[in-house]
């Protein structure tokens, strides 16, 4: 309805990137004089990246759990006013030197030990502690246990484990459970302190005006808590081996195809009980963020499914996903829930249709508008409202670098296309943002790096490579007052902020 459009915009800056004397972004200090920099900066949205705990290539979409938080991002420095950390133990910890960059060794080494001072001096009948896990227990205590018989493994896969564990013969769990009862304590403290800051960030947010844009990729990790919880929800065998897993056809950018390893669900089996597991999913999600974007959401309408053992993605295949009875239940049974559709990649009518019925904003890149071979669905003109425009993704380089790294004849179209005269980084850069924001799309998200003009140094990830990737950080003394105003008025002017209030 006309009357109710809204024109809002955000800045995209994965918890991880924010600045900390702790070697990682947390839910600390920094993170609420961002929230406060959002307000200056007249933002509706902060959108992260998934906060799940890092496996696989330090990676946020290869994650121990669907459901769990990461570690490295509780906040040192609110537990020592807990009283549950010393000055003396924080500062005894290494978890590294450069706060350009996240070092995921060091944090490997020394952040899950010094948690465990913590943990050991939460209170275990602490009835907010009880609630928690009372409350989340349908994946807490599953998720607890994986970890803690992880760590006795030396933190293997868990296709590695003895076979009793691996295949949880029931006598086998029992004992663990009453062996490892400290460690699963711990697991569950974590999660637990984790979600208590977090919830006090939100709410510090949602009293500032700002809400949150999580993010959820569609596929668990091949080694989480997940499949070893519920193989019968996935196409794996009775050793629990995946006999295809999740990736992307060849293309001109990935000859050989992308082969992300994931395991495939059993579409037919999640449907004979109401895609139950997926509705506990978003349901939780839905109470972590104001809005959740779910990563590779064509896969719903069909997915690339590659033989497990395959070396390459050449060997893969297109099956049909569950489409619109799928998007239909999770809208009957969680009403009210906001999601975006990442629907980027190889779209077919059949997906563009999905999107449609579902109505799901889907998603605009504007680094990939300016293919001067062919007009682009990405091109301003092309959208319509019901989208969220963005200048790039983590997955993209920086706008700054896409000057210098793309084609020549492409970046001539953009420049053309921006009326952008000059060669620097910052005209170029600010040119695409006035483009992503003036467009008719009701969300305008802009990555932090694009808004400092950053190089390729600043790139989050390069997908198809393992290691190096996910390590940038904001330094604090970039967010000025001077770039709020100016992010504010830019939003002013394009209708998607207000004039302050005068005082």
């Not at 910890?93 to 706060?99: S, Y």
């Not at 099956?319 to 009957?332: A, D, W, Y």
């Not at 190889?346 to 019925?357: A, S, Y």
């Not at 700054?400 to 850069?429: C, I, M």
Request: aromatic letters at 12%; one cysteine or more; a negative charge.
């Amino acid at each position: 309805m006309e009357g109710s459009f809204i024109r809002t915009s955000g800045i995209l800056l994965p918890v991880s990137s924010l600045p900390s004397r702790h070697g990682i972004g947390s839910l600390g200090k920094e993170a609420y004089q961002f929230i406060d920099f959002l307000k200056d900066a007249g933002q509706h949205y902060w959108q992260i990246l998934p906060v799940g705990p890092t496996g696989c290539g330090d990676s946020p979409y290869q994650s121990f759990s669907a459901f769990a938080a990461n570690p490295y991002l509780i906040d040192l420095d609110l537990l020592a006013e807990d009283g549950l950390l010393t000055e003396q133990e924080i500062s005894a910890a290494r978890f590294g030197d450069d706060p350009e960059f996240v070092d995921y060794g060091a944090l490997y080494e020394n952040r899950v030990p010094l948690l465990g001072h913590a943990a050991g001096r939460l209170n275990p009948t602490d009835a907010r502690f009880l609630a928690f896990c009372k409350r989340n227990a349908d994946w807490l205590d599953d998720y607890a246990l994986f970890m803690a018989l992880k760590a006795e493994n030396g933190m293997v896969s868990f296709h590695d484990w003895p076979e009793p564990l691996r295949l949880r013969v029931r006598d086998e769990i029992e004992e663990a459970e009453s062996h490892l009862g400290g460690q699963i304590h711990l697991w569950k403290a974590i999660q637990y302190l984790f979600f208590t800051q977090w919830g006090a960030l939100t709410n510090y947010a949602h009293q500032n005006g700002i809400e949150l844009i999580g993010d959820i990729p569609i596929y668990v990790s091949p080694d989480s808590s997940d499949l070893w919880t519920h193989p019968e929800l996935f196409q794996v065998d009775e050793a629990l081996n995946p006999t295809e897993v999740s990736g992307c056809p060849p293309d001109a950018f990935a000859p050989t195809g992308q082969l992300w390893g994931n395991p495939l669900y059993d579409w037919d089996r999640l449907e004979r009980d109401g895609y139950a597991w997926w509705v506990r999913r978003l349901s939780f999600a839905a109470r972590v963020y104001d809005v959740v974007r779910i990563d590779h959401f064509r896969g719903f309408e069909s997915y690339y499914a590659v033989p497990a053992g395959d070396r390459d993605a050449t060997g893969g295949r297109w099956r049909k996903g569950p489409g619109i009875r799928f998007v239909n239940v999770m809208k009957e049974k969680i009403p009210g829930i906001r999601i975006i559709a990442e629907d980027l990649g190889f779209l077919t009518d059949d997906v563009r249709l999905l999107l449609r019925e579902s109505g799901f904003p889907g998603m605009k890149v504007l680094q990939f508008a300016f293919d001067s071979r062919e007009k682009s669905d990405y091109l301003p003109y092309q959208y319509g409202r019901n989208c969220v425009v963005y200048t790039g993704t983590h997955d993209n380089t920086t706008t700054a670098d896409w000057q210098h790294s793309a084609p020549p004849r492409d970046v001539e179209y953009a420049r053309r296309y921006l009326n952008v005269r000059g060669k620097g980084e910052t005209e170029f850069t600010y040119g695409m943002i006035r483009a992503a924001l003036g467009s008719v799309a009701d969300t305008c998200v802009i990555p932090m790096q694009d808004y400092l003009c950053l190089g390729a140094g600043a790139r989050m990830n390069i997908p198809g490579t393992v290691g190096g990737n996910w390590r940038w950080r904001v330094q604090k003394e970039a967010l000025t007052p001077q770039l709020a105003e100016q992010i504010r008025s830019l939003s002013v002017l394009f209708g998607r902020a207000k004039e302050p209030a005068s005082t």
